[in-house]
C-alpha cells in the first residue's frame, strides 16, 4: 500500500488509505492491477454517476456497517480538515446537521440510498470525485 | 442491444474480475442462443457491421484522447491549483482547437484563392469581358446583371492584380488598392503596408477565377458563404456544448438549495490535487467554509425587517445606476474620440494607436473596479457578486464594441449618395440638414474603403491587447519576484472574461479582417505558455472558494450571447450597409442586398419567390406564434417535472420510513417477541451469522442496507419483496 500511496495521485489525498483498502481484492490495503484499473475506472470521467456514488459510500463508511453513522461522519470531517481541528461542540453541531438534512428516515444514520439522493444532485460531486489520469 | 448490455455492465458496481465473468456468461449465452435460431443473412450483417462501428467509434475516442492537446501541462495545473483553474485553461484549450479549425476553413477557402489570383501571370487581354463587367451606361440592377451570362465555353483569363475595374462607373470610386511602404509601427497599427495585404476585406478580389476550364471560383460568393457558414459552425458547437453542461451541472440545481452542509462536507474534496502544498490549503479552505457555514447557521440570522431590506435595495439600485451612467459616459467618450480620428482622417501611426491604447486599458482596468465596488454593495453570497461583476464587464465591452462598430457604420451609411456624380458634392455640402456634411467632402479623400479600416480597428485592439497583457504579466512577475509576501491570486472570473472580450473582438472583426481566427489562435498559444508560466510560478491558489461547475457553464452562455450579438450585428449590417465602391468583393454593389438579389436573380427565381413569401407579416406572425407556443410547453413540462420531483422526494421518505418500521419489526420477530401467526414466522427462528461479501454471488448488491449485521437477506424477502426482487431482477436480468 505505501508503494500506492507514493503515487501522485494519492499522495495528498486524505481518503488514499480508505480508497487502497475499498478496491483491494484482499483487503489488505494491497491491490493488483486488476485492483487498480478499477479504482482508475471509477475516478475517471465516464463513470457513471451512480457508481461514482456507491464507491464514495464505500469509502466514507469508516467502520464498514453500510451506514454512514456519526463516527463515520465525525472521521471524515476530521480527515478532510486536518491539521486544523474542530472543537467538540462545533463537531457535533456539523454532525448534527447534516444529520439533519440528509437523514430522512430519522434513525441517526445515513444508509446508502439517503446519502446517494444527496449527492447525486450535487454537480460539484462529479467534478471532484474525479482524477483524471 | 450491444451498446444496452454494456451500459448495463458498466453500472454494475462490482470488481472487475467479476464483470469479466458476466461478460463471459452473457458470450456463451449469445452464441448458444444463436445456434438455436439461425439469424438470417441480413440481419447478421447488419449486426456485424453495427458491432464493428461500434469498435471504430470507441478506438477513435481513445486515439483522441492519447493524444489530447497539452495533457501535461493541464495535468500538472489541475494538481497544483484544483480543478477551477483547470478548467479555465480547458476553456482556453476548448477555443484554441475551435479556432484553429475555423482558421484553416478561412485559409482554405478565401486566403488560397486569393493568394493564387495574385500570383497568376498577367494576362495580355487584361480587359476582356468578366462576368461582372456592365457597359458604364447601364444601371446596376439585378436584371441588368441577369443579361451577362458566364460565357458559355470560353476560357476565362484570370484576371490580374493591375487590370481590377470597378463595375460601376469609375468616376466615383477611388482605386485604393496601390501598395504603400511598410513603415515601422505598421505591425502594431496594421495600417500602411498591410492595407493591400489578405489581411482586410479590401483586398479580396470580386472577380470569378476560372481555375480550370469551365470551373469558376466566384469570390464574392465565397467570401460571402464562408463567413456565413462559419458562423452557423460556432453558433451550432458551442450551442451543442452550453447543452450538454447545463444538463450535468445544472438540472434540479434551483430545487435543491437547502443541502449545503452535506455538499461540502462530502463533495468538497477535489481528489485531482496532487500536491502537498495544495492539500494543505485545500484543508484550510475546507475548514474555514465549514466554520462559516456552521456559524451562519447557528448565529440564526434574524429576518430583515422591511426598512433595513429597502434599504439593501436601495443601495444597490443606486449602484447599479451608477455603473450604468458611467457606461453611458464612456460610450460617449469613445464615440467622441473615434469620431475626431475619422474627422481628421489621421495618418500618423502613434495618433492611430491612441485609441485602441485607451480601449484596452479601460477593458482591463475597469472590471477590477467593479469587483471593488460590488464588495462594498452588501450582496449575500460570494456567487451573485461573481454574476454582478460579470454581468457589467460584459455590459462594458459591448458597449465599447457597439460604440466602436456603430461609429463606423454611420460614416459607411452617410456616405455620398450618387457616386456617378462626385462633382455633385460640393454642392450637397452646405445644406444644414446633413450633419456629415463637411465629412463627405473630406471622405472623397480618403480611401473609400470603410470595411478596411474598421478592420484595422479589429487587428489593432487585438495587438493592443495582446502587448497589454503581457506587459501586466510581466508587472506580476517582477513584483512576484521582489516580494514574497504580496503573491496574488490567479483569480478565474477575471482571465474568462477577456477571453470571452477575444473571442467576441474575433467574431466582431471576422467580416472586415478575414484572418482574425489566425491571429487568435497565435495569440492563445502564447498566451496559454506564459500564463501557464506566471501561475505555476509567482501565484497560489486562490483562498475563496469556487464553484466550477456552474461558473463554466455561464461562462459558456455568455460566449454564446456575444456569438448572437455579433451575428446580428452583421445581419444589420449586410441588410442596410453600403459597401464601398473601390475595394473588396462586392465592390460593384451599391448595398449588400444587392448582392443576395444578384445572386437569387442569376440563379432562380423560385428562391426569391419562396424567400419574399417568407418574410409576408403572416408568415412570420405564425412562426412565431408556433414557437412561443413550444417554449410554453417546454417550460410547463419543466414544471410539472419539477412538481413530480417533489412528490416522488415525499415518496422516499415515506418508504425510508416503512423500512426502518419493516427492519424493527423483523428485529422483533428474530427475538421472538412477536405473537401473531404469521406465515413466514419460522424464518426468523434461524439467525445467520453475517456472511462476508463474496464476490462472485452475483445476485445480490452486497453494498446495499439490506445485507447489514442484523438481518440476513434470506430472511428479509418475503417480508419485503419489492426491494430486494427488484434487485434480483435487475442483476438477473443480465445473465
Not at chain 2, 220 to 247: E, G, N, Q
Not at chain 2, 595 to 611: G, H, P, S
Not at chain 2, 645 to 674: C, M, P, S, W
Request: glycine residues 4%; hydrophobic residues 40%.
Amino acid at each position: 500500500m505505501d508503494k500506492l500511496l507514493s503515487l501522485p495521485e494519492l499522495r495528498a489525498n486524505p481518503f488514499g488509505e480508505r480508497m487502497c483498502l475499498i478496491f483491494s481484492s484482499t483487503k489488505d490495503g494491497d491491490c493488483t492491477f486488476e485492483d487498480f484499473l478499477d479504482m482508475m475506472s471509477v475516478f475517471s470521467e465516464a463513470a457513471p454517476k451512480s457508481v461514482k456514488a456507491e464507491y464514495a459510500f464505500r469509502i466514507f463508511d469508516f467502520d464498514g456497517d453500510d451506514y454512514l453513522g456519526r463516527g463515520d461522519l465525525e472521521e471524515t470531517i476530521t480527515k478532510l480538515v486536518s491539521p486544523q481541528r474542530f472543537s467538540s461542540e462545533d463537531m457535533e453541531a456539523l454532525v448534527n446537521r447534516v444529520l439533519e438534512e440528509a437523514d430522512l428516515d430519522d434513525d441517526g444514520m445515513l444508509a446508502f440510498a439517503e446519502f446517494e439522493h444527496v449527492i447525486s444532485k450535487s454537480p460539484d460531486f462529479a467534478n471532484s470525485f474525479r482524477i483524471r489520469l | 442491444m450491444y451498446k444496452l448490455e454494456t451500459e448495463a455492465l458498466r453500472d454494475l458496481v462490482k470488481p472487475l474480475r467479476v464483470k469479466k465473468e458476466i461478460r463471459r456468461r452473457l458470450t456463451a449465452r449469445r452464441s448458444s442462443h444463436r445456434d438455436s435460431q439461425p439469424i438470417t443473412r441480413l440481419r447478421g450483417l447488419k449486426y456485424t457491421i453495427s458491432m464493428q462501428w461500434y469498435k471504430v467509434k470507441q478506438s477513435v475516442q481513445d486515439t483522441f484522447h492519447d493524444y489530447s492537446l497539452w495533457h501535461k501541462e493541464l495535468k500538472k495545473i489541475e494538481g497544483t491549483f484544483g480543478t477551477g483553474v483547470g478548467s479555465y485553461f480547458r476553456f482556453l484549450r476548448y477555443l484554441f482547437l475551435l479556432n484553429l479549425a475555423i482558421a484553416v476553413l478561412v485559409c482554405g477557402f478565401l486566403l488560397t484563392p486569393q493568394l493564387l489570383l495574385r500570383t497568376h501571370p498577367h494576362q495580355p487581354s487584361g480587359t476582356a469581358a468578366t462576368p461582372t463587367t456592365t457597359p458604364a451606361t447601364q444601371a446596376l440592377t439585378p436584371a441588368a446583371l441577369r443579361v451577362e451570362d458566364d460565357p458559355p465555353s470560353s476560357n476565362l483569363p484570370v484576371v490580374t492584380w493591375a487590370s481590377l475595374t470597378p463595375a460601376v462607373s469609375t468616376s466615383g470610386c477611388n482605386n485604393s488598392l496601390t501598395s504603400k511602404e511598410f513603415g515601422g509601427l505598421d505591425w502594431l497599427t496594421g495600417a500602411g503596408w498591410f492595407d493591400t495585404t489578405e489581411l482586410y476585406y479590401g483586398t479580396y478580389s470580386s472577380r470569378d477565377m476560372s481555375l480550370a476550364a469551365h470551373q469558376h471560383y466566384s469570390m464574392p460568393k465565397a467570401y460571402f458563404l464562408v463567413i456565413f457558414v462559419l458562423f452557423i459552425v460556432y453558433l451550432v458547437v458551442i450551442l451543442r456544448r452550453v447543452v450538454v453542461l447545463y444538463k450535468n451541472n445544472d438540472i434540479d440545481i434551483e430545487h435543491d438549495m437547502s443541502a449545503s452542509f452535506v455538499r461540502k462536507v462530502f463533495s468538497s474534496w477535489d481528489f485531482s490535487i496532487t500536491e502537498r502544498k495544495a492539500a494543505d490549503i485545500k484543508h484550510k479552505n475546507i475548514y474555514s467554509e465549514l466554520k462559516e457555514i456552521l456559524q451562519e447557521y447557528l448565529s440564526e440570522e434574524q429576518e430583515e425587517d422591511m426598512f433595513q431590506r429597502v434599504k439593501g435595495w436601495l443601495v444597490k439600485m443606486v449602484f447599479w445606476v451608477v455603473v450604468l451612467a458611467f457606461l453611458a459616459l464612456l460610450g460617449w467618450a469613445t464615440y467622441a474620440m473615434l469620431d475626431l480620428d475619422i474627422l481628421h482622417n489621421t495618418k500618423s501611426s502613434a495618433r492611430l494607436l491612441l485609441y485602441p491604447l485607451i480601449v484596452t486599458c479601460i477593458i482591463l482596468v475597469i472590471p477590477l473596479v467593479f469587483t471593488q465596488v460590488v464588495r462594498v454593495e452588501g450582496y449575500s453570497t460570494p456567487r451573485t457578486r461573481l454574476y454582478v461583476t460579470l454581468v457589467r464587464t460584459i455590459l462594458l465591452e459591448l458597449t465599447v464594441l457597439g460604440v466602436l462598430v456603430g461609429t463606423w457604420y454611420t460614416q459607411a451609411v452617410f456616405a455620398p449618395e450618387d457616386p456617378e456624380k462626385p462633382e455633385d458634392l460640393p454642392v450637397v455640402s452646405p445644406s444644414p440638414s446633413d450633419p456629415d456634411g463637411k465629412l463627405e467632402t473630406e471622405r472623397e479623400e480618403r480611401d473609400e474603403c470603410w470595411e478596411t479600416s474598421l478592420g484595422q480597428e479589429f487587428y489593432r485592439l487585438l495587438i493592443m491587447d495582446f502587448i497589454i497583457g503581457l506587459v501586466m504579466h510581466l508587472g506580476t512577475f517582477v513584483i512576484s519576484l521582489i516580494s514574497q509576501k504580496t503573491a496574488m491570486e490567479f483569480n478565474i472570473g477575471r482571465y474568462t472574461v477577456h477571453l470571452i472580450y477575444n473571442q467576441t473582438l474575433l467574431w466582431a472583426g471576422l467580416f472586415f479582417c478575414p484572418l482574425t481566427p489566425l491571429i487568435v489562435v497565435i495569440k492563445i498559444i502564447i498566451m496559454f505558455y506564459i500564463q501557464k508560466f506566471i501561475l505555476l510560478h509567482c501565484l497560489n491558489p486562490d483562498d475563496s472558494p469556487w464553484r466550477a461547475a456552474q461558473a463554466e457553464t455561464v461562462y459558456l452562455v455568455l460566449t454564446l450571447v456575444s456569438l448572437i450579438l455579433s451575428f446580428f450585428g452583421y445581419l444589420f449590417i449586410l441588410l442596410k450597409g453600403k459597401t464601398s465602391c473601390g475595394c473588396g468583393p462586392f465592390q460593384g454593389y451599391k448595398n449588400y442586398v444587392d448582392f443576395f438579389w444578384d445572386i437569387v436573380d442569376r440563379d432562380q427565381e423560385t428562391i426569391l419567390t419562396i424567400v419574399s413569401w417568407l418574410f409576408k407579416p403572416g408568415v412570420v406572425a405564425g412562426l412565431l406564434m408556433i414557437l412561443v407556443i413550444l417554449v410554453y410547453c417546454a417550460k410547463s413540462t419543466a414544471e410539472g417535472r419539477a412538481e413530480m420531483i417533489k412528490v416522488l422526494r415525499h415518496q422516499l421518505e415515506l418508504e425510508l420510513r416503512d423500512r426502518a418500521f419493516l427492519l424493527k419489526l423483523t428485529e422483533r420477530v428474530r427475538q421472538g417477541n412477536y405473537r401473531p401467526g404469521r406465515p413466514d414466522s419460522h424464518y426468523a427462528a434461524s439467525p445467520r451469522p453475517q456472511t462476508p461479501r463474496e464476490p462472485h454471488d452475483l445476485t445480490q448488491r452486497s453494498s446495499f442496507v439490506f445485507s447489514d449485521s442484523k438481518v440476513h437477506p434470506a430472511d428479509y424477502s418475503p417480508a419485503v419483496p419489492r426491494f430486494s426482487d427488484y434487485q434480483d431482477e435487475s442483476a438477473k436480468s443480465l445473465i
